[in-house]
Each structure stands twice: as C-alpha cells, then as structure tokens.
C-alpha cells in the first residue's frame, strides 16, 4: 500500500532561519504527492504538489518542496521562516495501488519563535 | 459555490442518537472524501467517492458509519448510535479525478458526543 511518513511530531525554528518539515514516501509506480497546512480551527490548504518533472517545486506563501527519489523523500522548505508559519502540515499521496484516494501522514507541527 | 461548505459547523449530541453531516463539494468536482481528526491527531480517511465508481469504504470505522453521495454531488455521513469515541472533526474534501489534483477541503463539522 502507498503511504507517507512524517517522521517528527514537531519541529521548533527561530523566526528568519530557514525550516524543513521531513515527509518520506512509499509507493509503486510514480509517486504524486502533496503538502497542506492547517492553521488553528481551520481546514487543510493546499500549499504544493510533485507530479513529475523539476524536483523543485514551489509552492505558496514561499514555500517549496525537494522531491529526491533515491531518497524517496518530498521535504518541506521555507528559506526564512514566519511566526506565521506556525500551523500543523501534513504530506500526502495518492493510492494509485487501490482507489486513487489521497492518503495523509500523520503531521508534524511547526513553532516557530520570534 | 467558491469552496466546499459543510454543514453544521458544530453538532453536540447525546450519546446514542444517530447524526448526519453534509458536505456540498466545489462544482464540477467528481471526487469527495470524508476524514476525520480527532484530537491532536491526523486526518483519518473514511470513504472515497470517485465518480461514478464504487466507493472506496475502507476507511469507515465500524458499521454505524455510513455515507452516501446523491447525483455526483452532495454527501452525507451519517454515524448510527453515537459513541464518545466519535468526538471529533469531520472533514469533507472535493477534486477532480484526476491522479495530479489537488483536494479542497471545507472547515469540517465538529462532533461531540455527550
């Protein structure tokens, strides 16, 4: 079965300094994969995807993502990270073993300190 | 409408009862998800629907939960019997079915069961 892990619970950063969120993958076939953010009593919103081409995405509100398929990982950057960053993220796949649903990791948080 | 609406955005029932929550996706969306979060916790997927295809129940906790999607848009999910362990956020998300889509979530119905 196809799935995400996100690795760290939470991750703690100083306001400026760069960020990464850590997301690795398991799939067959291509991997189609997505970040999300959820901000306090909010929904998710969709921040980027890889589906295939440049290993670089960029995403919104600065952030990108490195997909490294040796590594089977999709990191989440920001170069200079924002009090306002602060929120849970979660990574995502599609099944494409089973039904095509998107499956999600189980989120990291991220604090970041002024 | 501009995203997707679910309704109510708050439902506190009696332990026992049965409760239906709705989820109107973005139109043209042919894909609708339910998960659910409880707590602290990740996104939990319940069902998929996709199309016009079977949908993908896999998720679904035990039987008293069930949904249904009438003519490709509108969703229900309704929980039988509630229990405490119910208690959490249900989150409707639409795409289009397409495996390099993205998924629009609305901002959930919180349930708590008494």
């Known amino acids: 079965a196809q799935s995400v892990a996100q690795p760290e619970d939470q991750v703690n950063v100083a306001e400026g300094n760069p960020l990464t969120v850590k997301c690795t993958y398991s799939?067959?076939?291509?991997?189609?994969l997505f970040w999300y953010v959820q901000y306090p009593n909010r929904g998710l919103q969709f921040l980027l995807k890889y589906i295939t081409g440049d290993n670089l995405v960029k995403g919104s509100y600065g952030f990108e993502a490195e997909f490294n398929k040796s590594q089977t990982s999709f990191h989440l950057k920001k170069p200079s990270a924002l009090v306002s960053d602060s929120a849970l993220y979660f990574c995502?796949?599609?099944?494409?073993?089973?039904?095509?649903?998107?499956?999600f990791g189980t989120g990291t948080r991220l604090q970041v300190f002024p | 409408g501009a995203g997707v609406s679910q309704s109510p955005s708050n439902k506190v029932t009696e332990k026992g009862k049965d409760v239906e929550l709705r989820c109107d996706p973005i139109s043209g969306h042919t894909a609708l998800y339910w998960y659910r979060q409880s707590l602290g916790q990740g996104l939990e997927f319940l069902i998929y629907?996709?199309?016009?295809?079977?949908?993908?129940k896999s998720g679904l906790p035990s039987d008293r939960f069930s949904a249904e999607r009438t003519g490709g848009s509108v969703s229900t999910l309704t929980i039988q019997r509630t229990q405490q362990e119910d208690s959490a956020v249900y989150f409707c998300?639409?795409?289009?079915?397409?495996?390099?889509?993205?998924?629009?979530f609305g901002q959930g119905t919180r349930l708590t069961v008494v």
């Open positions: 995502a796949v599609r099944d494409v073993s089973n039904t095509d649903k998107l499956i």
């Open positions: 998300a639409s795409s289009f079915n397409r495996l390099n889509t993205e998924a629009f």
């Open positions: 799939v067959s076939g291509n991997p189609y």
């Open positions: 629907f996709q199309g016009n295809s079977a949908p993908d």
